[in-house]
């Protein structure tokens, strides 16, 4: 029943490692976003997709590819983990980008990075 | 780009009483949603609200987009409408820097 669900919530991890976030959509929308939220809670967008595309790429590493198999699911992977990577990350998706319609959020995933 | 302001930043309330969160943003907007995070991280969505005036429950929310701000009301608060409340430009992707309110009982 859940509308947009990530895996895992919750992530330790140690710095180097590579690691990936899965999240997925049932809400036959067409755009599915990325977003960090930092320690101070400050809601940042990392990445946008419309259509298995990329349409919107804000200034972050390198070291964090999107991939999109299906407008169903977009998943992020890191590599090289960095202490400032911990944060929580959300997973959320619309109808279509500009479109007036509501953003939906996942449950976050907590990364936490030794 | 668009700067989105809330405030007040911190808000303590009794339970009991009624409270008005303001979001101003520095240029037009074409969606505009409200949020609320509660204790435990998740975002639940209240209001999408470009104008206009909504009401759902004890919640209200109103936008006058031609001087670019936005009110979120909450009467009768209760403690769990403890969490922090964002406004957001969904068609900039830009949240606003969020309202942490605390409903003592």
């Known amino acids: 029943d859940t509308a947009v669900s990530q895996t895992p919530k919750y992530l330790v991890t140690q710095m180097g490692n590579d690691k990936s976030i899965k999240c997925e959509q049932n809400?036959?929308?067409?755009?599915m976003y990325w977003y960090k939220q930092d320690s101070k809670k400050f809601l940042k967008i990392m990445f946008s997709?419309?259509?298995?595309?990329?349409?919107i790429n804000e200034t972050v590493p390198n070291r964090f590819s999107p991939k999109s198999p299906d407008k169903a699911h977009l998943n992020l992977h890191i590599n090289s983990l960095e202490l400032g990577d911990s944060a929580v990350y959300f997973c959320?998706?619309?109808?279509?980008?500009?479109?007036?319609?509501?953003?939906?959020f996942g449950p976050g995933t907590r990364l936490l990075v030794l | 780009g668009i700067q989105v302001e809330q405030s007040p930043p911190d808000l303590i309330l009794q339970e009991g009483a009624n409270s008005t969160l303001r979001c101003n943003f520095s240029?037009?907007?074409?969606?505009l949603q409200w949020f609320h995070q509660n204790p435990w991280g998740q975002l639940i969505n209240l209001f999408y609200?470009?104008?206009g005036t909504k009401q759902n429950g004890r919640l209200s929310a109103t936008t006058v987009a031609t001087e670019r701000y936005s009110l979120l009301y909450i009467s009768s608060s209760q403690t769990t409408d403890s969490g922090v409340y964002f406004c957001?430009?969904?068609?900039?992707?830009?949240f606003g820097t969020g309202t942490r309110l605390q409903v003592f009982p």
């Open positions: 997709y419309n259509n298995k595309e990329l349409i």
């Open positions: 609200i470009p104008s």
């Open positions: 959320a998706s619309s109808q279509e980008p500009g479109r007036q319609e509501t953003q939906y």
């Open positions: 240029d037009s907007v074409n969606n």
């Open positions: 809400l036959g929308h067409d755009t």
């Open positions: 957001a430009v969904t068609d900039k992707l830009i």
